[in-house]
C-alpha cells in the first residue's frame, strides 16, 4: 500500500512568489491534515478535511494560505504571496478515523 | 504554556540499552497519544498509538500512559542504532473522531555503537 506523497520534496521561491503544495493520501482515507514545522518550533496544525470538507482551518495562519481538496482526493495548499515566516516543512498526514495519522515525506519551502 | 511538553535532548545511550523517553501534557481533554520516529529530511512514522491511560507493548518498544499525572513515555529495550532519531510525542482529544494532533518539540536519540 503506498503511503502519503507530497511535491515537490523542496522549493525555493522569493518573497512575493506562489507557489503551490500538492499532497496524494492513503487511497480510501477520507481525513487529510495540512501541517508545519518551523525553524526550531514543534509541528502544528493547520487544517483537516473529510473528503472535500474543510473541518477544521483553525491553525491556518492568515488568508494568504489556500487550501483545496477537489473531489475528496488529492489537496493543494497555496501560499501566496510568500513572506519569509512561510518557511518551514509542510506536512500533509492522512487517516481512516480514530486510529493514528500516517504522515508524508514534507515539502521543504524556503523563502527568500 | 505548550500543551504538550517535552524535552529536546539530544540524549546518547550504548547500543543495547533501555531508552526512557518523556512527555507532559496539560489539556485534560486528551484521550488518544501517540509516539512518532522521525528520521532526518523524512516525516514522522506512527510508532506507537494508544487510548487513555495504561500500557501497550510492540516488539522492543513500550508506550505508557498516566493520565492521572498527565505523563506519557516511551520506552525502547535492547537499543539499536537504527534506533537513532528525533521522537515526537503527540496528543489529541476524543471530542472528534479525527482531530488534530498536538506535538511535542521532540527528543532526538542518539544510540552509540
Known amino acids: 500500500e503506498a503511503g502519503v506523497t507530497q511535491f515537490p520534496s523542496h522549493s525555493v521561491i522569493e518573497k512575493g512568489q506562489t507557489v503551490t503544495l500538492r499532497c496524494d493520501p492513503i487511497s480510501g482515507h477520507d481525513n487529510l491534515y495540512w501541517y508545519r514545522r518551523v525553524m526550531g518550533k514543534e509541528i502544528k496544525f493547520l487544517l483537516h478535511?473529510?473528503?472535500?470538507?474543510?473541518?477544521?482551518e483553525s491553525g491556518m495562519p492568515n488568508n494568504r494560505f489556500l487550501a483545496e481538496r477537489t473531489g475528496g482526493t488529492y489537496s493543494t495548499l497555496k501560499v501566496q504571496p510568500a513572506e519569509l515566516e512561510d518557511s518551514g516543512v509542510y506536512f500533509c498526514?492522512?487517516?481512516?478515523?480514530?486510529?493514528?495519522?500516517?504522515f508524508g515525506p514534507g515539502t521543504r519551502l524556503t523563502v527568500l | 504554556q505548550k500543551e504538550v511538553e517535552q524535552d529536546p535532548g539530544p540524549l546518547s545511550v550504548p547500543e543495547g540499552a533501555i531508552v526512557s523517553l518523556n512527555c507532559t501534557y496539560s489539556n485534560s481533554a486528551f484521550q488518544y497519544f501517540m509516539w512518532y520516529r522521525q528520521y532526518s529530511r523524512k516525516g514522522p512514522e506512527l510508532l506507537m498509538y494508544t487510548y487513555s491511560s495504561g500500557n501497550k507493548e510492540d516488539g522492543r518498544f513500550t508506550a505508557q500512559v498516566d493520565k492521572s499525572s498527565k505523563y506519557i513515555s516511551l520506552f525502547i529495550r535492547d537499543s539499536q542504532p537504527s534506533d537513532s532519531a528525533t521522537y515526537l510525542c503527540a496528543a489529541r482529544g476524543g471530542y472528534s473522531s479525527a482531530s488534530k494532533i498536538i506535538f511535542g518539540s521532540g527528543t532526538r536519540l542518539s544510540i552509540r555503537p
Open positions: 478535511f473529510v473528503k472535500e470538507s474543510k473541518q477544521d
Open positions: 498526514a492522512s487517516s481512516l478515523g480514530t486510529e493514528g495519522q500516517f
